[in-house]
């Protein structure tokens, strides 16, 4: 199995009052593709009970089959298509970890 996650932070320019609505937006659609893209055995986006010791704002917490999988997601068109309209216009920093669970 291979583990992709990745941290984010929100853009300086997102309202207080905007932020509940961005967060939610952007869990939805990317942990909707687990139906769809195939080998992507579990995702979760974490964007609640954030501590103020952190400096992100959301995780993405995904599991793949393989590195292959990992591979296809990355252009598979439901995942670039919720990329491009629910997390990069809001998101300014983007850190990204993968690894093979042993």
């Not at 393989?66 to 920093?93: F, I, M, Q, S, W």
Request: aromatic share 6%; charged share 25%.
């Amino acid at each position: 199995m291979v583990k992709h996650i990745i941290l984010w932070k929100l853009k300086e320019s997102i309202t207080a009052e905007e932020k509940p609505a961005v967060l939610a937006g952007i869990k939805a659609n990317l942990e909707a593709l687990k139906a769809v893209v195939p080998g992507l055995v579990d995702i979760k986006v974490n964007c609640t009970g954030v501590l103020d010791s952190s400096n992100a704002d959301l995780m993405l917490d995904s599991t793949l089959t393989d590195a292959a999988a990992l591979k296809g997601y990355a252009v598979h068109p439901a995942h670039v298509e919720a990329a491009n309209t629910y997390v990069r216009p809001y998101t300014e920093v983007r850190l990204c970890f993968d690894y093979e669970e042993q």
